[in-house]
């Protein structure tokens, strides 16, 4: 498996995180929308795919 191949199934792993997360505030109705986005961010992290969120501010 090439470098490239790395980030083309990394990219493809974040796509089916945000897809997993719209999905789940779909059926919420955006209620837990902070909670899912929290669980999401800690699943990447642990999976080794942190990213900076540019559209989300900060959490403190």
Known sequence: MGIFDKFRHHDKAKDMSDTAEQ??????????????DDA?????????????RPDRPEQQ
């Open 23 to 36: 999905k789940v505030n779909e059926k919420t109705g955006g209620k837990y929308e902070s909670q899912v």
């Open 40 to 52: 999401q961010q800690r699943a990447e992290g642990a999976l080794g795919m942190d990213r900076e």
